[in-house]
C-alpha cells in the first residue's frame, strides 16, 4: 500500500544506519518481554490450580493480544528505521519519520539555540548516537537517532558552525 | 492614565550614583516577604498566653507551670533567630545594573550570582501584593531569555526606584547608549498614552458567561435534580465545594482584571491590572512570541473577545493562576477594542486591508460550495482573492469535510506580509497570529486517518504559553506549499530584524526613504 509521503518535493534524504534496528530491537526486548511476563502470571497461578476464581479464558488472553501487539510492532520496527531522513538545506534543517503518523519537521538554523549528542549503551555497543537540536520552543523534538558517531560529530559541528553564523535571537 | 513626569522620575533615583554601583533593597523586604512566617511562629508559641491574658485568669497553665517557661523562651529565640536571618538576607542582597547586563547576588551561606543580559530582556513586570502597597513597596521581576536563565526578581524596592530601575532597564535594552559626559544620569521613564481599559461590569459580566460558570451551573442543576430525584439529601453536599471553588475562581479573576488598562509607549505596550495585588507589564515590541483571539459560544451573545498572548518566560498559563493573568493581552474587550491590540502587537499588519482578514479570521466562515480557484496552490488562491468575503483564508478542501463536520469551514490560513494568521473553531472561535520574525520550527504531521483524505497538520513550534498554533486539516499541496513560504518568510524577517536592540532599528532608517524599509520604520516608529 504505496501512499504519497508528506514531505516537500526535491529533497535527497540521508537515512540513518540499519544498525539502528538492533538497537530498537533491544528496547522492543526489554519493554515487552517484561510487560508479557507479567501478564502471565495469572495463566501460571491458573494453571496451577492456585487461584481458581479467575477466568481461564481471560488468563489465556492477556498475554495473548499483549504478544499480537509485540510482535506486530517488532514488524513495524525495521520500516520505521527506514523511514527516518534527515536533509541539510541552505537555511535549515529537515527532519523526517514516521509511517503511519507521519511528521517532517523543519529547523532553521538561525533559531538552533544548541546541539546535543547522547548515546545509550546499545547504541554506544553498535558504534551510534542520536543528535538531538533545541530551540527556544520546546515542542521542537528535533532528535535524529542511528546516526554512526563519526557522521554525528561531522553533523554537530556543521550545525553549530552554521547557526552560529545565522544566529538570530529568539 | 497620567504620564509619568521626568522630574518624578530623576528625583527618585540618586542622581550622584553612577551607573554600575551596588545596590540593596528595602531593608523591610524580606519581612514583607516572610511575615507569613513570623506570624505563624508567634501563633504557634504564644497563642495560649496571650487567650490567658485576655481572659484574666492566671499567665501560664498550672500544668505546665514547669515547662512554659521554657516554651515561652523557644518561641521567642525561634522569633528572633527568623529575624536575625532575614536581616542578614537583606544584607547579602545586592543588584547592580551595568554594561548591558543586571546582576543580583544573594544568599549568606550559600552565594548565588545570577547575570542577565539586558538585550534578551522579554518582558519586565512591577507587583505589589497588598501588604508592599501598603508600605509604598513594589517588586520588579523580569524575564530574560537567555538559555538557562529566565526569571529575575527583585523584592522589595521603593515605588519609584522600581520605576526608575524598570525604566533603565528598557533604555539600556532598546539600545540607548548612556551619554559619557553624565554617567549617572537617570533614564527618563518613557511616556505613554492609554488606549483602552475594561470597565468592570464588563468584566463581571464576562466572569458570570465564562466557560467555569456554565460547568458549576450544570453541575449544581445535577445534583438538584439527583437530590429531587433520589430523595437522597446527600447530593446536596455537592453544592458547598462547588460554589466555594466558584467563589474563589471568581474573586481570583476579578482581583486581577480589575481596572485593566492597556497603554502604548515607546517601552513598549503597558499594562496595569489588579484589585488588591496591583501588577504593571511591560512588553517591549517583538517579544511577543504568538497571539490568540478567542471567544466563548456565550460571549458570541454580547461580541466580547479575549486575547491571550505568549512571550518567552511566561511559561505555560495554568488555570487562574498567576501565569494566566500575565499572558492576558485582553482579559475581555469588544471587536474594535481587539483590532487596537492587535494594532499594537502588530504595528505593521503587512496587508493593504487589515480589518477585512482580521474580521474574516475571527469571524469568517468560507462558502461551503468552493469557488472557482479553490484547491489549486496557496498563492494563487490569495491571489485571487478566492472566497471574496472571507479575506483570502485558504481552507480545508471539501473532500475532508468529514473530519471536522463543523469546523472545516473554519479551519485555515492566510498570509500577511508581516505575520501568519490560523483559524479554527465554529463554536469556540480562534485566530491565532504568529509574526513572520518569531517563527521558530514548523512541522507537518499526518495520521493515517488524514491521509486517506490527502490532508495534514502543519504545527508552528513557539515558546512555552497558552497560544498553541496548530493549522488543522489543510489539503497537503497548500501545507507543502506553506511549509516552503513559511520557511522563506521566516528568514526573509529574521534578515530585516538585525539586532535586539528596537531604537537601533529606527535610528538608521530615519534617512532611509526606499519603500522596503518602510514597514520597519512604521513599525519601531510607534514604538519610538
Redesign the interface.
Known amino acids: 500500500m504505496r501512499t504519497e509521503a508528506i514531505d516537500p518535493p526535491g529533497i535527497t534524504w540521508l537515512r540513518v544506519s540499519p544498525k539502528y534496528v538492533t538497537v530498537r530491537l533491544a528496547s522492543w526486548a526489554l519493554a515487552n518481554l517484561f510487560v508479557v511476563g507479567l501478564l502471565c502470571i495469572p495463566l501460571v497461578l491458573v494453571l496451577n490450580g492456585t487461584w481458581q476464581t479467575f477466568p481461564l479464558w481471560l488468563a489465556v488472553a492477556l498475554p495473548a493480544v499483549m504478544l499480537v501487539l509485540a510482535l506486530w510492532r517488532l514488524l513495524l520496527i525495521p520500516r520505521q528505521v527506514r523511514a527516518i531522513g534527515y536533509a541539510e538545506r541552505e537555511d535549515d534543517l529537515l527532519i523526517r519519520r514516521g509511517i503511519f503518523f507521519q511528521r517532517t519537521l523543519v529547523v532553521p538554523y538561525g533559531r538552533m539555540q544548541y546541539v546535543d549528542i547522547g548515546a545509550g549503551p546499545v547504541e554506544r555497543g553498535v558504534g551510534l548516537c542520536t543528535l538531538k537540536l533545541h530551540t527556544a520552543s520546546a515542542g521542537t523534538n528535533a532528535e535524529i537517532p542511528g546516526l554512526p558517531a563519526a557522521e554525528g560529530a561531522r553533523l554537530r559541528e556543521q550545525l553549530s558552525a552554521r547557526g552560529e553564523a545565522r544566529l538570530a535571537g529568539l | 492614565m497620567k504620564p509619568d513626569a521626568a522630574p518624578e522620575a530623576t528625583a527618585g533615583a540618586d542622581p550622584g550614583t553612577p551607573d554600575g554601583a551596588w545596590l540593596r533593597v528595602h531593608p523591610a523586604s524580606p519581612f514583607v516577604r516572610g511575615w507569613v512566617a513570623l506570624a505563624a511562629i508567634a501563633f504557634f508559641f504564644f497563642r495560649d498566653t496571650f487567650e490567658r491574658m485576655l481572659q484574666g485568669g492566671p499567665l501560664v497553665d498550672e500544668q505546665l507551670a514547669g515547662r512554659a517557661p521554657w516554651l515561652l523562651l523557644g518561641g521567642g529565640v525561634l522569633l528572633l533567630l527568623t529575624g536575625v536571618g532575614y536581616v542578614l538576607s537583606w544584607y547579602f542582597t545586592r543588584y547592580q545594573v551595568a554594561e548591558g547586563y543586571v546582576r543580583i547576588n544573594t544568599g549568606f551561606l550559600f552565594k548565588q550570582q545570577r547575570q542577565a543580559r539586558l538585550d534578551?530582556v522579554?518582558a519586565i513586570d512591577i507587583v505589589q501584593p497588598l501588604l508592599a502597597r501598603m508600605f509604598g513597596l513594589a517588586e520588579l521581576k523580569f524575564e530574560v531569555?537567555d538559555?538557562g536563565e529566565s526569571a529575575v526578581r527583585l523584592a522589595y524596592l521603593r515605588m519609584d526606584e522600581a520605576r526608575q530601575l524598570r525604566a533603565t532597564i528598557l533604555a539600556r535594552a532598546a539600545g540607548v547608549v548612556p551619554d559619557p559626559g553624565q554617567p549617572g544620569a537617570a533614564a527618563a521613564e518613557a511616556p505613554e498614552h492609554a488606549v483602552l481599559t475594561v470597565p468592570p461590569g464588563r468584566l463581571i459580566g464576562s466572569l458570570l458567561l465564562s466557560e467555569q460558570s456554565v460547568v458549576v451551573i450544570a453541575g449544581a442543576l445535577a445534583s438538584v435534580l439527583l437530590s429531587a430525584v433520589t430523595e437522597n439529601r446527600s447530593f446536596y453536599l455537592i453544592l458547598i465545594p462547588a460554589v466555594l471553588g466558584m467563589v474563589a475562581a471568581y474573586w481570583n479573576a476579578i482581583n486581577r482584571g480589575y481596572n485593566f488598562t492597556a497603554a502604548i509607549s515607546p517601552d513598549g505596550i503597558r499594562l496595569r491590572y489588579g484589585l488588591l495585588d496591583t501588577q504593571a507589564q511591560t512588553l517591549p515590541p517583538g517579544r511577543i512570541q504568538a497571539l490568540r483571539v478567542s471567544q466563548p459560544p456565550l460571549w458570541r451573545i454580547l461580541g466580547w473577545y479575549r486575547i491571550q498572548v505568549n512571550v518567552?518566560g511566561y511559561g505555560a498559563a495554568g488555570n487562574n493562576g498567576e501565569a494566566s493573568s500575565r499572558t492576558t493581552l485582553l482579559p475581555v474587550g469588544t471587536f474594535p477594542d481587539v483590532l487596537t491590540m492587535l494594532s499594537l502587537v502588530l504595528p505593521d499588519p503587512g496587508t493593504p486591508e487589515p480589518v477585512r482578514i482580521f474580521t474574516a479570521g475571527v469571524n469568517g466562515l468560507a462558502p461551503a460550495v468552493p469557488l472557482q480557484g479553490q484547491g489549486k496552490g496557496e498563492s494563487e488562491a490569495v491571489a485571487e482573492g478566492s472566497g471574496a468575503d472571507d479575506g483570502g483564508f485558504v481552507t480545508t478542501p471539501r473532500r475532508a469535510r468529514l473530519l471536522a463536520p463543523l469546523g472545516w469551514r473554519r479551519n485555515g490560513f492566510t498570509a500577511t506580509g508581516t505575520a501568519l494568521l490560523i483559524r479554527s473553531g465554529r463554536w469556540w472561535r480562534h485566530l491565532v497570529v504568529v509574526p513572520h520574525q518569531r517563527?521558530?520550527?514548523?512541522?507537518?504531521?499526518?495520521?493515517?486517518l488524514a491521509?486517506r483524505f490527502?490532508v495534514?497538520d502543519l504545527?508552528l513550534?513557539?515558546?512555552?504559553g497558552p497560544v498553541?498554533p496548530r493549522l488543522i486539516q489543510t489539503g497537503?499541496d497548500e501545507?507543502?506549499a506553506l511549509?516552503?513560504a513559511q520557511?522563506t518568510r521566516?528568514?526573509a524577517a529574521?534578515k530585516r530584524?538585525t539586532s535586539?536592540h528596537w531604537l537601533d532599528q529606527v535610528r538608521p532608517l530615519v534617512a532611509g526613504d526606499s519603500r522596503t524599509e518602510e514597514p520597519n520604520s512604521q513599525e519601531d516608529r510607534q514604538h519610538g
Open positions: 534578551r522579554q531569555a538559555a518567552a517563527t521558530q520550527s514548523m512541522a507537518l504531521e499526518q495520521g493515517p491521509r490527502r495534514a504545527v513550534h513557539t515558546t512555552a498553541s497537503l501545507g507543502r511549509l516552503d520557511a521566516a528568514r529574521r530584524q535586539e
